[in-house]
């Protein structure tokens, strides 16, 4: 996700269609992730020169100083930073620092699941509760539903008709229940494979 929010501000920079700030990515992660996408350009669908795009137009943040330093610039700036759904990582102390200010924007990118701090930025908590305080949350919220890191039921299913034949049983454990209840029912109805949702506490003999 990250990788692909770099091309899209580089794509926008490059048109003119957003100011040129600084943009910060802050996430070791993420950083290593975006130095293999250079490495390996033959692996990917983009072009060399938009692989080399994402790497220039945000500056990494490798240290924890570097991070904490973000708080004392003037002026504006993006920081990208991977959130875990603000359960922790820097993201957290970003958000200690600039949440509590209603000029700075709290952009979402992915989904977020319930109990987390992001849950409650994204269902418009006024405060959350950050290294034992309170912090107000006065900025801007809003969540980018069309950005996803996961594939969606349509390319899960894509990618499992290549299977070379039928598993004996497929097990869908990552999602909302609802919605993985209704992937459950597409395999089952579209590639007559046995597919069920386990439930907290349920277990499976393999053998």
């Known amino acids: 996700r990250a990788q692909l929010l770099l091309l899209a501000l580089a794509r926008l920079k ?6 040129d700030i600084p943009v910060y990515l802050d996430s070791p992660m993420a950083i290593d992730a975006t130095q293999l996408f250079r490495v390996f350009t033959s692996e990917h669908r983009m072009s060399f020169e938009e692989t080399a795009a994402i790497g220039r137009v945000a500056k990494l943040v490798r ?16 920081i990208i930073a991977a959130s875990g759904m ?6 957290v102390h970003h958000l200690k620092v600039f949440a509590p200010d209603p000029n700075n924007l ?7 699941a319930g109990g987390t701090r992001g849950a409650s930025l994204a269902a418009g908590a006024r405060s959350l ?11 801007q919220v809003l969540q980018l539903s069309s950005v996803s890191a996961h594939a969606d039921a349509d390319e899960l299913l894509a990618w499992m008709r290549q299977a070379p034949r039928a598993p004996k049983h497929t097990f869908v454990t990552h999602g909302e229940p609802g919605a993985s209840d ?8 579209e590639l007559r494979w046995p597919a069920s949702t386990p439930e907290f506490r349920d277990s499976v003999d393999l053998a």
């Open 86 to 91: 603000a359960t922790g990582g820097r993201v």
């Open 14 to 19: 490059a048109k003119g269609a957003i100011a």
């Open 182 to 189: 209704a992937l459950r029912a597409r395999i089952e109805r």
């Open 106 to 112: 709290i952009l979402l990118t992915g989904f977020q």
């Open 63 to 78: 240290s924890a100083e570097e991070s904490k330093a973000l708080a004392t610039r003037s002026g504006p700036q993006m």
């Open 129 to 139: 509760r950050i290294h034992g305080q309170d912090v107000p949350i006065n900025a």
